[in-house]
């Protein structure tokens, strides 16, 4: 019989769309984001995802066409890359955490709606939201209750 | 919330590679998958990569039905090969603004 591994190796988290754009485009965080989607792959990050990331990551990949000159095909191409991800959806996201959204939306100021669905989905799996977005971090960490949930991905946060 | 089956005791001699069906019944598929990952790994069993459970119903009520094993070697070398494809795709694209700030834009 071979040995139990150490639970304390086992971690889940809740990625948002900046890392998973991160690392299927070549952005400036792609070197940080590398090692977190490589765990994904590997089975020793379980990675959850609101079903509202890919809307999301739409329009990062319109917007890296639109404004930074990518092609089609090549968002097409990123596109795809994420969905290669062994990401783990939770589905009826607006249904499940409309309210605990907007409660979170009455707390936290400065911060964007989407973001508080990717939050409440992280405070109901119990798991820590990993992002780059240092002013997200900074918005749920000066509000308090939550500030132990949301993580700077490369940072202090 | 909790495994249904199998219980721990079941799976301590389960053979290397050998299935083994593992069913929860946490109320959704997220919470499903959290629970049964948890639970594999601290009995050194490897989920087998399905991201939407089946639901079962059983007399005891519904289900999530995972498949796992006792791994013969490291899972992660088999994935080697796709992060290194997605490596050269992305690093041959141009380099393009954070997605930070993209997604914030109208």
Known sequence: MLPAMD???FEAVVLDTTVIAAFVFNEPNR???RPICAQVQSDRLLAFVPDLMWAELQHVCVRKRDRDG???AEIDAAYGRAQAL?????DRTLERYRSAAWDLLARISGVGSYDMYFLALAIDLGVPLWTFDAALCRA???EGSHAERVRLVGGAG | MAIVRPSEKDVADLPLEQPVVVDSDAPDNA???LEIERWCHRLGLVRVKENWLRVVRTPLGDVRRAVAFRPAGDV???YAGLLDEIDRRAE???LTSSSVGLRREP
């Open chain 1, 7 to 9: 639970p304390g190796d």
């Open chain 1, 31 to 33: 070197a940080l984001s």
């Open chain 1, 70 to 72: 990518l092609t089609q």
């Open chain 1, 86 to 90: 062994p990401l783990i959806e939770q």
């Open chain 1, 140 to 142: 749920v960490q000066n």
């Open chain 2, 31 to 33: 919470h499903a998958i």
């Open chain 2, 76 to 78: 992660a070398q088999e």
């Open chain 2, 92 to 94: 041959q694209m141009a």
